[in-house]
């Protein structure tokens, strides 16, 4: 028996003793989160001497390899879960979505199939049930838990794929591509970049996309789509976009989607979180006609702030999703009757059981909690740009209509725009009161603002637009 082992057999307290002393530590971390600097403070050659050096020969006792590591690695983490981390519309993790994560990894489920978890499947059946309610998606719609809007965007456009193909007579799934008949997919040129990723991964390519204009916003335009879809003809996509990763937009699906159908296309929107914008009143003139597409990917781990990783895969058909998905193996037994086997709507065959989390998530939150707090982060941003707009160094250069805030800066002094944007928002990083990531607009540099996370408050917003404006300051005069 190894000493691993013996020690185990021989203190079978010690775990629990070892979680008690990493909950400690976990706490500390966050009680740490609302006043820390947001940036890492070790350099990577700190990071490197910290963690690094060559594998031990013999075992550790468990509580000195965590102790350690946690050390070691504290200063190289970024506060991305809190209040003032506005980088790459990341959410936090709400206290019940992170209490169930730590049962998640306690219980160790693999979610593959009912039988190896029926707790995580039926589960899964009840959040899909709510998802479904909560975003006014059609209550039949498969549902497939992903880890995240790449493997969302993935997993629809499989479906897509079968569909639109097995419509002119081919089985992707059997025959593959290679002779199969061509397929058109047409994508705004504001399209995110993980859904050319997912185009890639099922063959269709990156330079087959046939790009749309979009307007001033980000938002395709439906006379350029009906131009564009006058001389397509044979198996078609079309993806749409719900909030721009950069201004926030949304592609006016109310428009869109019936020049799409008209076509014979299948439709799939990606709304990694402009999905969500769909539970607000307020937003209807720009989610119209989302719920006419085919399929729909987004991500929890934005907007419904559940830890990582998380991500929702919707599709209306249910045939041609299970058809693109299906595990078949000889062992595979699939579940009697109506039992789900959450592994047939996913790319993954062991898989974490990530809906735990993101059950306590919606359970806190209510639908009512969920509403408001979408509705506060949109207003935050609203906040902040009116906070920086007042600053004559500063520009706005979107319509913040959702949870996104674009920023430009002017130097007093003139010169070159573009550089000086990229120099303020190295120095907001560097300074560390917030976080927020550097991007390019319409051929522009520009600072990206997300707020997204469930504990930023309008405090937070006033102290980071401050903060900014004040590194702005410094580095005009």
């Known amino acids: 028996m190894s000493d691993m082992r013996k020690r185990a057999a021989i203190d079978p307290e010690g775990t629990l003793r070892l979680l008690d002393e990493t909950a400690k530590t976990a706490g500390e971390w966050l009680a740490a989160l609302p006043e820390r600097e947001v940036k890492a403070t070790a350099s990577v050659e700190e990071l490197r001497e910290a963690l690094g050096g060559a594998l031990n020969e013999e075992s550790e006792p468990a509580s000195d390899v965590v102790r350690n590591f946690a050390r ?10 809190g209040p003032r981390y506005f980088g790459f519309v990341t959410g936090g993790a709400l206290p019940a979505s992170l209490a169930a994560d730590w049962l998640a990894s306690a219980w160790d489920q693999n979610a593959v199939l009912f039988v ?27 549902v497939g ?80 789509l009906k131009e564009a879809l006058e001389n397509v003809s044979g198996p078609l996509i079309v993806c749409l976009q719900a909030g721009n990763v950069n201004s926030g937009a949304f592609d006016p699906c109310a428009e869109l989607v019936p020049l799409a159908k008209a076509k014979g296309a299948w439709v799939h929107v990606d709304g990694a979180f402009g999905l969500w914008g769909a539970l607000l009143p307020e937003l209807a003139a720009h989610t119209e006609g989302i719920g006419l597409a085919d399929s729909w990917a987004t991500d929890a781990h934005k907007w419904l702030n559940v830890p990582y990783d998380s991500g929702i ?7 041609a999703h299970r058809a693109s998905m299906t595990l078949k193996a000889p062992y595979y037994i699939a579940a009697p009757g109506a039992v789900r086997d959450p592994s047939q709507w996913v790319p993954e065959s062991s898989r974490r059981a990530r809906v735990f989390p993101l059950y306590c998530a919606l359970r806190s939150l209510g639908k009512n909690g969920l509403r408001e ?9 609203r906040l902040m740009a009116s906070l920086l707009a007042e600053d004559p160094g500063i520009r706005i250069l979107n319509d913040v209509v959702l949870n996104q805030v674009l920023v430009r800066f002017v130097p007093s002094h003139g010169g070159d725009a573009d550089a000086f944007t990229r120099r303020v928002t190295a120095a907001v990083q560097e300074e560390g009161t917030c976080w927020a990531g550097g991007s390019v607009w319409k051929g522009m540099a520009a600072m990206r603002i997300s707020v997204s996370n469930w504990s930023t408050t309008d405090t937070d917003i006033r102290r980071s637009a401050a903060a900014i404006r004040s590194v702005l300051s410094t580095l005009c005069f």
Request: charged share 20%; aromatic share 2%.
């Open 72 to 81: 070691a690695a504290e200063r190289g983490l970024v506060a991305s879960p």
């Open 116 to 142: 190896s978890s029926p707790a995580a499947s039926v589960a899964e059946e009840v959040v899909a049930s709510w998802l479904l309610d909560l975003l006014g998606l059609p209550a039949d719609a498969s």
């Open 145 to 224: 838990l992903v880890t995240g809007c790449q493997m969302a965007n993935f997993t629809c456009l499989a479906a897509a794929r079968h569909e639109v193909l097995r419509r002119a007579g081919w089985d992707v799934e059997a025959d593959g591509l290679c002779g199969a008949p061509r397929i058109t997919v047409v994508a705004g040129e504001e399209a995110h970049a993980t859904l050319h990723v997912a185009l890639r991964m099922l063959g269709l390519g990156e330079r087959n996309v046939l790009p749309i204009p979009a307007d001033e916003q980000g938002r395709m335009i439906p006379s350029a």
């Open 313 to 319: 895969a919707v599709v209306r058909n249910e045939v």
């Open 373 to 381: 707090m979408i509705a506060r982060n949109c207003a935050q941003a």
